[in-house]
């Protein structure tokens, strides 16, 4: 079955960076566009990324452009969020989900369990 | 503040139908670009509920149905049942923005 399973968050002082990490299984990773959802606490989702089935073009909401770069690598079927000079607002959880199309223009049909980044001093 | 408009609650007791609207502008929904609806249960992940503005997921019971029309979208929830409270998400795309946009959410509580 359909399985992503974020990892590398936690805490992290304003200013620091952080990786997160998406590994997928159960599908054919490299024909799936992905994205980065965040939801902060108490509050509604937020979409923050998307990256091509084949890493070939990217968005990003404009809170985070310049400073988070969404990255994958198909041989290890892992998505990736790097994100540069945190700030105390984007103290989130952070979803990985799988588009239902190449390009990440469709709806996503399988989200990841969620991943808590904290930014604070 | 988000791109598309959501209430921010909605109630209804058991058995009743209740609709929640998602308001969006000409660069998204009026645009012509798809809407989508997810269901977020307390403390899990959002849960794809329809997609494309009327279609259902397998496993997605019947009494869920969407709808659109101009720069606006509605979700319905007929027969209400007491594990449907949670909160409910549109999705679509803005062409000015580049951008993935939801809605603000809204919190639906059975009476």
């Known amino acids: 079955q359909v399985q992503l399973v974020e990892s590398g968050g936690g805490v992290v002082q304003p200013g620091r960076s952080l990786r997160l990490s998406c590994a997928a299984s159960g599908f054919t990773f490299s024909s799936y566009g992905m994205h980065w959802v965040r939801q902060a606490p108490g509050k509604g989702l937020e979409w923050v990324a998307r990256i091509w089935y084949d890493g070939s073009n990217e968005n990003y909401v404009d809170s985070v452009k310049g400073r988070f770069t969404i990255s994958r690598d198909n041989s290890k079927n892992t998505l990736y969020l790097q994100m540069n000079s945190l700030r105390a607002e984007d103290t989130a959880v952070y979803y990985c989900?799988?588009?239902?199309?190449?390009?990440?223009?469709?709806?996503?049909?399988?989200w990841g369990q969620g991943n808590l980044v904290t930014v604070s001093s | 503040q988000s791109v598309l408009t959501q209430p921010p609650s909605v109630s209804g007791a058991p058995g009743q139908r209740v609709t929640i609207s998602c308001t969006g502008t000409?660069?998204?929904?009026?645009?012509?670009?798809?809407v989508h609806w997810y269901q977020q249960l307390p403390g899990t992940a959002p849960k794809l509920l329809i997609y494309t503005n009327t279609n259902r997921p397998s496993g997605v019971p019947d009494r869920f149905s969407g709808s659109k029309s101009g720069t606006s979208a509605s979700l319905a929830i007929t027969g209400l049942q007491a594990e449907d409270e949670a909160d409910y998400y549109c999705?679509?795309?803005?062409?000015?923005?580049?951008?993935?946009?939801f809605g603000g959410g809204t919190k639906l509580t059975v009476l």
């Open positions: 999705q679509s795309y803005d062409s000015s923005l580049s951008a993935v946009v």
């Open positions: 000409s660069s998204d929904i009026g645009a012509g670009y798809d």
């Open positions: 989900a799988r588009d239902q199309g190449r390009s990440g223009y469709y709806p996503s049909n399988y």
